[in-house]
């Protein structure tokens, strides 16, 4: 059964950034961090250059790029809509955003008791 809650979705401003990245790089993914380093910052990979593992988990596609998160850190986040946007400063030291003057950005809302039961979560 395939829902039609989005578990990540970008602004506008994200997908153009999206377009522009995969315009420069080719083919591009998005891990999102959890680390000490870059706080929360979604990261933004070419295709091939951050090895996933058994435990990440794939929330879903934006503007062609597959966006993921790792297990324990998705367990915080299992209520939440991811929202990735694009704010004026630099990204995180590996991200394909950096030195461009603008990086991404989670943002988040709560998904509502509907939304939760549709995803299969206890809201």
């Known amino acids: 059964m395939k829902t039609a809650v989005a578990r990540v ?19 591009i993914m ?22 996933l ?7 879903g596609n934006l ?20 929202i990735i946007d694009v704010v004026p400063g630099n990204g995180g030291m590996f991200s394909l955003d950096n030195g461009s003057g603008q990086r991404f950005l989670t943002r988040s809302r709560l998904f509502t008791d509907q939304e939760c039961s549709e995803l299969g979560i206890k809201p």
Not at 37 to 51: A, H, I, R
Not at 53 to 59: K, R
Not at 63 to 82: D, R, S, V
Request: aromatic letters at 16%.
């Open 9 to 27: 979705i970008a602004t506008g401003a994200a997908l153009e950034m999206i377009a522009a990245l995969r315009h420069r790089y080719g083919p």
């Open 53 to 59: 593992s058994d435990t990440d988990i794939y929330l």
């Open 63 to 82: 503007g062609g790029a597959p966006f993921y998160i790792g297990m324990e850190q998705y367990e915080y986040w299992e209520h939440t809509q991811l």
């Open 30 to 51: 998005f891990f999102q961090s959890g680390g000490c380093c870059d706080g929360s910052t979604p990261m933004c990979y070419q295709v091939g250059e951050f090895n």
